[in-house]
């Protein structure tokens, strides 16, 4: 079985889709198998994250924008992608950094997470985009 998630962003952060995986999955009459989650872009990445504390995204996102600021700060002045915006080549820095593929068990049709876990999307970008993340279960 396979399909493709639309994921629909505001700018930088963590994107929820696990509701929509856990309703897939068991619309597809698999009951133990593999899910394989890929997203089709190269400036945002896929997590398994806490999903109970929002702080935890705030702080996430807080990290990372530490870690790889945007273009415009004189930390960054060696790169040399910076036509698509101050945030481009940052976005793609942290999805290098990152997984942008996930897999994750199937058992009785559903993913197995854990209590706290979520699958996020975790947008790199400021400006809002529409994300694709392709979905194969077997």
């Known amino acids: 079985m396979q399909t493709e998630f639309q994921i629909e962003t505001a700018g930088q952060g963590l994107y929820e889709f696990t509701r929509d995986i856990q309703s897939w999955a068991g619309s597809c009459g698999v009951r133990q198998g593999l899910l394989t989650l890929f997203v089709r872009h190269t ?42 915006g101050p945030d481009d080549m940052p976005a ?21 997470l854990g209590t706290w876990q979520g699958v996020y999307l975790f947008e790199h970008r400021d400006a809002p985009h529409r994300r694709k993340v392709a979905a194969h279960l077997a």
Do not use: W
């Open 92 to 112: 793609h820095i942290k999805a290098a950094m990152m997984p942008v593929s996930l897999s994750i068990p199937v058992t009785d049709g559903a993913a197995v």
């Open 43 to 84: 400036s945002c990445s896929l997590l398994i994250q806490e999903n109970a504390d929002p702080e935890v995204q705030t702080d996430l996102r807080a990290y990372f924008a530490r870690l790889v600021p945007p273009s415009t700060d004189p930390s960054m002045s060696y790169l040399r992608h910076t036509y698509e």
